[in-house]
């Protein structure tokens, strides 16, 4: 049935609708350039309007990470900026509100953070086991972060001083914390386990100094730190994490452990008991989210511990379009804002399709 595109002028972001005649073959095409046409001008105006939850987004299409706001200090490999709109809408369906969001295996905690800053649960734990990464932490939850904003502000990026600091042991936390933030930006991938090189020619020929963005990691640390009374950080083994609170009726899991061949690579932990983690968060009475690579494997701990699964398009470091499995008790949040996401693609169709 055609529907009149001026119904639906409030799907589009830019403004009022007209109607266009194309080529049937090509309406899927254009409407897709419209519709990245429609992302990129709203993304102007208010970058994070795009893709604010779960209703904003289509399953099978990878998010663009430009336009969600990024606040860790951390270029994290398998980091999960892109589905921050996923965790709003997930955070948002539980009630009351979750009193402690508690992140196992933090890495670079976009979505502790994120829940924190945007106080989408009362408080968060972090839990990170690797000693550099947790250096960062416990720096910018413990009055510290000024110290680190300023020091990573006046530091003069050359390869000397680079390899000087990198080779360095560091004497206490805040220089650990400073040297993995600079690791972080100068290794390639951001890879910080042991053997990764450094950034060779990096974005538009600027070499080393190519992910050092001074004033903005600076920003992002002070930020966390004005909120740090909604955060906690904990040194130590998620797992073990999780058992502390495992009785906590209030708590909301979001759990990405390390996983796949790759994880070898990229983590200095990088050994989990899978089959564990799965039995042990199916007996906490607090809300869960897992998210992993897309595997048979995982599709098969999910059906035997009674979790349901749902796979969702992103894109990896290299922009390839990669398949993410999310796990949950119950994935009811996830299909609801579908459902309002899906009369939306199909309004747009069916104005191009069928113009009055
Ligand atoms: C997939 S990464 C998490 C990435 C994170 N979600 C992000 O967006 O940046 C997994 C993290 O778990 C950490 N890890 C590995 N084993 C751990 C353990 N037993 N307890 C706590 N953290 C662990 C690794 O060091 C790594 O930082």
New binding site residues.
Partial sequence: MGRSSTTFSGRWRSGKTTVLRVPQTLASRVLEYARALDGEASLAKDPEAVYRTAANVQLDQPINVAAVPHR?P?R?P????WLVPYIRSWLNTLHPRPQLLIE????????GLTAGIERLADHVIL????ID?AAVWKVIFSGQAEWLAQTIENFSLTKTNVLATLSRTPKNPRERAFATILRNRVQRGGIMAAGAGLVKNGENGRGLASRWYPQTLAERIRTIASMREHFSFIE????QAIQSYARERGAAFFV???YTVAARRL????Q?DQRGLFNLLKRVDGNVLLTYDSTVEISDLANEFGFETQAVAMKNTHHAKMTELLVGKDLTWLHHAQSSSLSLAQTAQATLEFPL
């Fill in positions: 860790s951390f994290y398998g980091g999960k900026t196992p295996f933090a890495g670079g905690g976009i979505v839990v990170e086991k690797d990464v130590g083994d998620g797992i990405d452990p390390p983590y200095s932990h990088w989990i």
